[in-house]
């Protein structure tokens, strides 16, 4: 099983605190909101210096000896190049939205990528899907506005497996406290030189500095449907005593 999956879902659902007296995880122990590295073809080589991500996806498939935990962004996302990313040793895919579905006994972590104007009937379809993970490329290297914040809590919000961002390298540490609030798990950095890792050291530092968000566990939208109590319904199947009157 994927383990940049395995992680991704302890930061959108850590696990309960044990029963009885058995010691709670320490806070060090629960991942935080995850860093991805997106390298493109001119930044393969900078795959050595990415100590301080959690993992690192690649533009194209290939054999790789990277020791962190690392993923392919795929271009067609069909069954072959699925398969010649698990020969290579990747520990996960991104697939296009517009990719062929894959067969049901896919062994390695797929991740996949949702259109910005999804509709809410569409993404809670999308739940149904045998995928591990989602994600969107919604805020880039724009500022986090209201609207896009908005939109970020209905992914979070609709979707109840892991969802992951794409973030510019500009990305401010109250900007990623507010996206990691929404239920996002992971956020995406594309680094294209070495100005890109030095963005990558300044977004480590926030995360580790940021405190967990108030809530344990995200929230799903769920529609509130009207309740009838009890008394209420016999109020309405009692007899009107005038008209019992009136048929005599």
């Known amino acids: 099983m994927s383990k940049f999956i395995d992680r991704l879902k302890q930061v959108s659902q850590p696990p309960p605190p044990p029963m009885g007296f ?23 080589n900078l795959g050595d210096s990415l100590a301080v991500v959690d993992a690192v996806v690649f533009s194209s498939v290939k054999k790789n000896s990277f020791e962190k935990t690392w993923g392919v962004w795929l271009k067609k996302g069909d069954a072959t190049e699925v398969e010649q990313a698990g020969k290579s040793q990747a520990d996960f895919v991104i697939l296009p939205a517009d990719s062929t579905v894959l067969s049901l006994d896919v062994k390695i972590g797929t991740v996949l990528q949702l259109e910005n104007d999804i509709t809410d009937i569409m993404l809670r379809a999308a739940n149904e899907l045998q995928v591990d993970a989602f994600l969107i490329d919604h805020v880039k290297n724009e500022a986090l506005t209201w609207q896009k914040l908005m939109a970020l809590y209905r992914f979070g919000g609709l979707l109840n ?18 996206i990691w609030e929404t239920g996002i798990s992971g956020l995406v950095v594309k680094v294209a030189d070495e100005a890109g890792l030095t ?3 300044v977004i480590r530092e926030a995360i580790d500095s940021l405190p967990f968000p108030s809530k344990k566990k995200k929230d799903k939208m769920s529609p509130v449907l009207p309740q009838v109590s009890a008394s209420t319904r016999e109020r309405e199947e009692e007899p009107d005593e005038d008209n019992d009157g009136d048929d005599e």
């Open 22 to 44: 058995g010691a709670a995880k320490s806070a060090a122990e629960r991942p935080k909101i995850q860093l991805i590295a997106s390298l493109g073809s001119n930044a393969a």
């Open 161 to 178: 497996k892991p969802v992951l961002v794409v973030v510019g390298e500009s990305v401010t540490r109250t900007e990623i406290q507010q």
């Open 199 to 201: 963005a990558l050291n």
